[in-house]
């Protein structure tokens, strides 16, 4: 097997206030509209960061289930991805709380249509679990340096 050289890319975004409760984040070519339910004080127009941290994930987990079946020659025809995080609101309100401000739990379901073995699927999981970034940064602290500009 070939050998590429492979070198860090560096990803950004930037936002820009809509309202309160909406931002629009710029990334490469795309806007993104962000806000929060009605129940969290938003308009319902968009779905929120922390779902959008869902999205990134089972949209990661879904190239890799490809990309690792591939690679196994192994045959997916489709595959659902259902991912739920669980979270307490409390602590971004400003109420008292022994909660972190993030995710308590996240569970992920993989649903792949294939006729593989189950010692393909379980090295098949093991491998996209092992190589996606979305879900290393969930697994492991990752530095973030937080400015004034």
């Not at 070198?7 to 820009?16: A, L, P």
């Not at 929060?36 to 960061?49: Q, S």
């Not at 979270?87 to 308590?104: I, N, V």
Request: with cysteine; charged share 25%.
């Amino acid at each position: 097997m070939e050998t590429m050289e492979i070198q860090k890319i560096d990803f950004s975004v930037e936002s820009n206030t809509k309202s309160p409760s909406q931002s629009e984040v710029s990334v490469r070519n795309f806007k993104i509209l962000v806000d929060e339910p009605a129940v969290l004080g938003g308009t319902d127009k968009a779905p929120n960061p922390v779902e959008y941290i869902l999205c990134g994930l089972t949209g990661c987990l879904h190239i890799l289930a490809f990309n690792v079946a591939n690679e196994l020659k192994m045959t997916l025809s489709d595959i659902k991805i259902k991912v739920t995080g669980e979270l307490d609101p409390s602590k971004m309100f400003g109420m008292p709380t022994e909660e972190r401000a993030g995710y308590q739990k996240i569970a992920i379901e993989l649903y792949p249509e294939t006729n593989a073995d189950q010692a393909t699927l379980s090295k098949w999981k093991s491998l996209i679990v092992e190589r996606s970034p979305v879900l290393d940064n969930l697994f492991n602290e990752t530095p973030v340096d937080v400015k004034l500009g």
